[in-house]
């Protein structure tokens, strides 16, 4: 079993800056793609960014380089920092775990992730 718990969410001004980490737990050796999604209320949850056990990442396009995914394997962490956050990123952050190892162009899909954490509440005013 996979267990992951995000932290470090919260509400920020537009421009600033928050850094969501996700510890994982059990038998983390088992995700071979770790990302993070988010879902909006009413929308679809939607990919934001992953990295495989290899640490090669993938972004979603609509970000334009303001996010970046890291792993600190030492202590079993995800971590996104986010920057310039505009109000359309407010959302509930989801760190998540696959299992299988998928192609690339699949990875920003949130149905091959079968491990998932509680997520995290990220809120952008103007």
């Known amino acids: 079993q996979v267990q992951l718990v995000e932290s470090g969410g919260g509400s920020v001004q537009a421009g600033g800056s928050l850094r969501l980490s996700c510890a994982a737990s059990?038998?983390?050796?088992?995700?071979?793609?770790m990302g993070w999604f988010r879902q909006a209320p009413g929308t679809e949850r939607e990919g934001v960014a992953t990295?495989?056990?290899?640490?090669?990442?993938s972004y979603a396009d609509s970000l334009q380089g303001r996010f970046t995914i890291s792993k600190d394997n030492a202590e079993n962490t995800l971590i996104l920092q986010m920057n310039s956050l505009k109000p359309e990123d407010t959302a509930m952050y989801y760190c998540?775990?696959?299992?299988?190892?998928?192609?690339?162009?699949?990875?920003?899909?949130?149905?091959?992730?079968?491990?998932w954490g509680q997520g995290t509440q990220v809120t952008v005013s103007s």
């Open positions: 998540a775990c696959a299992t299988a190892r998928w192609p690339d162009g699949l990875l920003l899909h949130a149905g091959i992730y079968d491990v």
């Open positions: 059990g038998y983390t050796y088992r995700c071979y793609h």
């Open positions: 990295v495989n056990s290899g640490g090669r990442t």
